[in-house]
């Protein structure tokens, strides 16, 4: 009997597209600028200073977008990966509880988070897997979006002091404790729960997809890892394969 080899869905974010492409296309604008110039007497005008300062942008937003992982997720039928470039984190599919878009409402009003949230079943598995490095990243580039869910719940000025600065020592519901990085992320964690009901955020930019495709996709790939994974590989192109 043959056996099945695990399939693997590779999703390349849409904000790491393009990189190379928009980083040449700064480069050769910035030199046929410079050599335009050198070839006349005539001093740079304004408007040839404003082209410099868009290849220069543009050469600067193209080199941040190549230091980016090219697959940002990578989907197996056992687990999901999520691909940084200061390091990565795993999830079991059995250990995600749900998925969905983090959602506040106070006082008639509502936010949306421009994430898809998940809530795991056991936040011990994942934070001990979980390396220092990656932790403290997040912690900064997603500071922002707890921000917002802070600021709904905070319109009065009296916000608990522990949703402003994670404390660096935690202890699990099952007793176990952790400290530093990891527990500042896990405080980080236990607070956007209490909040928003979920544990971890996947902000829009790392998604190949709208957060609300990518929320009922991820849902489905915990219902049934098989099925979901051989229906998106059919419509991949083959390097999405393996």
Same mark, same amino acid.
């Given at each position: 009997?043959?056996?099945?080899?695990?399939?693997?869905?590779?999703?390349?974010?849409?904000?790491?597209?393009?990189?190379?492409?928009?980083?040449?296309?700064?480069?050769?604008?910035?030199?046929?600028?410079?050599?335009?110039?050198?070839?006349?007497?005539?001093?740079?005008?304004?408007?040839?200073t404003f082209l410099v %300062?868009?290849?220069?942008?543009?050469?600067?937003?193209?080199?941040?977008?190549?230091?980016?992982?090219?697959?940002?997720?990578?989907?197996?039928?056992?687990?999901?990966?999520?691909?940084?470039?200061?390091?990565?984190?795993?999830?079991?599919?059995?250990?995600?509880?749900?998925?969905?878009?983090?959602?506040?409402?106070?006082?008639?009003?509502?936010?949306?988070?421009?994430?898809?949230?998940?809530?795991?079943?056991?936040?011990?598995?994942?934070?001990?897997?979980?390396?220092?490095?990656?932790?403290?990243?997040?912690?900064?580039?997603?500071?922002?979006?707890?921000?917002?869910?802070?600021?709904k719940h905070c319109k009065?000025?009296?916000?608990? %002091?522990?949703?402003?600065?994670?404390?660096?020592?935690?202890?699990?519901?099952?007793?176990?404790?952790?400290?530093?990085?990891?527990?500042?992320?896990?405080?980080?964690?236990?607070?956007?729960?209490?909040?928003?009901?979920?544990?971890?955020?996947?902000?829009?930019?790392?998604?190949?997809? %709208?957060?609300?495709?990518?929320?009922?996709?991820?849902?489905?790939?915990?219902?049934?890892?098989?099925?979901?994974?051989?229906?998106?590989?059919?419509?991949?192109?083959?390097?999405?394969?393996?």
């Open positions: 009997m043959v056996k099945r080899k695990n399939a693997v869905l590779k999703l390349r974010a849409q904000g790491a597209r393009n990189g190379i492409e928009i980083l040449t296309v700064g480069a050769v604008g910035l030199i046929f600028i410079m050599l335009f110039n050198l070839l006349r007497p005539d001093e740079i005008s304004i408007f040839e %300062s868009l290849c220069l942008a543009a050469i600067f937003i193209g080199f941040l977008k190549t230091q980016e992982p090219y697959y940002s997720l990578v989907i197996t039928e056992q687990e999901l990966t999520y691909q940084h470039k200061y390091g990565c984190w795993c999830i079991r599919s059995a250990n995600i509880h749900h998925s969905g878009i983090p959602k506040v409402e106070q006082q008639l009003e509502q936010l949306e988070l421009n994430a898809v949230g998940i809530k795991l079943n056991d936040t011990d598995e994942f934070l001990l897997q979980l390396a220092p490095r990656i932790a403290g990243k997040l912690l900064i580039e997603q500071r922002h979006l707890f921000m917002q869910v802070v600021q009065n000025g009296n916000c608990p %002091s522990e949703w402003l600065i994670e404390d660096n020592y935690y202890t699990s519901v099952n007793g176990r404790s952790f400290n530093g990085l990891i527990a500042m992320f896990a405080n980080r964690m236990r607070h956007l729960r209490q909040l928003t009901g979920y544990d971890l955020l996947l902000p829009a930019s790392v998604l190949d997809r %709208s957060i609300w495709d990518f929320s009922h996709s991820l849902n489905a790939w915990r219902n049934n890892p098989v099925v979901f994974i051989e229906s998106q590989l059919e419509s991949k192109t083959p390097e999405n394969r393996r």
